[in-house]
């Protein structure tokens, strides 16, 4: 007994004999040795249990055959076990509580797959309630089709984390995810289940796609009224000039006259156009839109007005409708009308007049209900007078005019033009280019021949090209240099030397006079037709040196 009470080492140990003489004592007890005397005459007296009043203990006595065995219990030791005690219990219920307050369902079971809680998510996602699961088996589950499958399980034996999808007899369909909790030794002590409603969510992703569906269409809506308040919008327009243009435009809209837009090339006349049709009563009959200089008379007869069947060689066995007919109930647009030979300039005259076309090859009238929109950049009172253009023709179309003003006598359009240009370039392309000031205003004072095609093309390819995300002085010179004739008023634009000493070969001498008079000739000339028959040279053949040489019209 004595050897055993030695090794006790939480509570003192006193062993005493029946004269209450001291036989034993482990070291716990020695603390006490001041209040040994008041123990032993206690203890003697046949005292059971009793405290000491001057120190925290409890003593309990015990009667050994001819022994007297005194066990000393600290009380800061017990009350230490109980604030433990009471401070585990506190953390318990605070995980409890963050379980049951879950979204989402969580289901806990032991290493042998028995389901030891859940909460009251889980039951509100699967409808299998507490009282029906706590305490049974998950293979009992699985055995009366209660659930499919079984995470906790397929974790349990596979030893690491598991993510399935479960089916439950209540009909429900949930993603199961099983993660095992180990103890220090890295077996497998518990199974926490986290269970989440497909079908819940799937419901929130087709709420987000119909969000999303409205926002969009909340988006156009809002884009659409926002130019039906301000039409002029949906054109880069801050001068006054250009302002007038588009309240012409707009007040057109609204009517059939005839309309003849007047503009020298690249200044927007089709954007108009645009503007026009979307404003009509037409603007959901197609705007059909025709070149009348990019194409042979014979080739613009046909696509105009269609032809027959066996009209010319080559022509299509069951004929083919032209261009007018496409645009029924709606607006064609006649781009370049002053290019038009006037063999058809008579037959467009009928179109206006009649309201009716007659296909090549045909003989029998088709009506018609479009409104013709024309748009040129020659001056056609100067062609009525030397006989290229039909008089009567002239004032069937120019009911309204409209003349769009080239960009250098608009220059407050120039910067924001630029901006539209660039900033359509940035998301394009996933960059982040912008002009410094210099390059800005080498931009307002070039006189732009090309008028806003040229400054379109001219922004694009600058910034596509620099590798600055600033566009600066350099940067433009640097592209100026594949540009033949293309100056602008920047006075460190590097100039070819006239002291160099190294021939050119013949042939890119030739090449170079050739590009020349070529550029020459489509900045005197309206039209490539014009310019070809004025070389006397094949259309196709002078298309071909254009793409050659690069040469911009």
């Known amino acids: 007994m004595q050897s055993l009470l030695t090794k006790i080492n939480i509570i003192g140990v006193l062993i005493l004999n029946r004269k209450g003489e001291l036989l034993f004592s482990n070291a716990i007890a020695k603390k006490y040795h001041y209040y040994f ?51 585990l219990q506190s953390v318990r219920n605070e995980l409890n509580e963050v379980i049951n307050s879950s979204f989402d369902g969580i289901v806990i079971c032991d290493k042998d797959g028995i389901i030891i809680h859940q909460n009251p ?24 089709n209660i659930i499919d499958a079984s995470a906790s399980l397929k974790a349990l034996e596979q030893n690491k984390a598991v993510t399935i999808i479960q089916k439950i007899s209540t009909g429900s369909t ?55 308040n301000d039409p002029k919008q949906s054109i880069i327009a801050h001068s006054d000039l250009m302002k007038d243009v588009l309240d012409r435009a707009l007040r057109v809209a609204q009517i059939d006259s005839g309309v003849l837009i007047q503009g020298a090339s690249g200044v927007g006349k089709e954007k108009v156009v645009e503007l026009i049709h979307r404003h009509s009563l037409r603007k959901d009959s197609p705007l059909i839109k025709i070149n009348c200089g990019a194409l042979p008379e014979s080739l613009l007869e046909s696509e105009l007005f ?69 748009a040129t950049h020659r001056n056609l009172s100067e062609m009525i007078e030397n006989g ?35 900033n359509g370039i940035n998301q394009r392309y996933g960059l982040n280019r912008k002009f410094s000031s210099d390059t800005l205003n080498a931009f307002l004072d070039h006189k732009w021949p090309g008028n806003v095609r040229e400054l379109q093309n001219l922004v694009e390819r600058i910034a596509l090209m620099s590798s600055n995300t600033e566009i600066s002085i350099d940067d433009l010179q640097k592209e100026l240099q594949f540009t033949n004739g293309l100056q602008f008023n920047v006075k460190t634009i590097p100039k070819a030397s006239s002291n160099d000493t190294e021939l050119a070969t013949l042939k890119s001498r030739l090449e170079t006079y050739e590009a020349e008079v070529i550029t020459e000739a489509l900045n005197r000339f309206p039209s490539i037709r014009k310019a070809a028959l004025a070389l006397k040279v094949d259309q196709s053949t002078l298309v071909r040196k254009i793409q050659k040489y690069k040469i911009e019209k």
């Open 306 to 374: 269609g032809y027959e069947s066996g009209a010319f060689t080559g022509a299509n066995q069951k004929g083919k409708a032209g261009l007018f007919e496409a645009a029924n109930r709606g607006i064609i647009f006649l781009d370049e009308i002053g290019e038009m030979p006037l063999p058809l300039q008579v037959k467009l005259l009928r179109v206006l007049q009649e309201h009716e076309i007659t296909r090549v090859g045909g003989t029998k009238p088709t009506p018609v209900d479009i409104r013709i929109i024309a």
């Open 174 to 228: 949930v993603l199961v995810s099983a993660a095992p909790i180990r103890n220090k030794n890295g077996e497998i002590e518990k199974v926490v289940n986290n269970v989440r409603d497909l079908t819940h969510l799937n419901t929130l992703e087709s709420e987000i796609r119909q969000l999303e569906q409205q926002n969009l269409q909340i988006h156009k809506e809002l884009e659409l009224l926002k130019e039906q």
């Open 37 to 87: 005397e008041n123990i032993v005459e206690a203890a003697l007296m046949n005292a059971h249990s009793f405290s000491l009043l001057n120190y925290p203990a409890e003593i309990t006595c015990i009667q050994e055959n001819d022994q007297l065995i005194i066990l000393i219990a600290p009380m800061n030791e017990l009350v230490r076990l109980k604030k433990e005690t009471e401070s």
């Open 388 to 422: 290229t253009f039909r008089e009567d023709l002239y004032y069937r179309l120019n009911v309204i005019p409209i003349t769009i003003p080239p960009l250098k006598e608009r220059k407050d359009d120039i910067i924001p033009l630029i901006y539209h240009f660039l």
């Open 121 to 144: 998510s889980y039951e509100k996602i699967t409808g299998l309630s507490a009282k029906d699961c706590i305490g049974r088996s998950l293979k009992e589950l699985e055995d009366e």
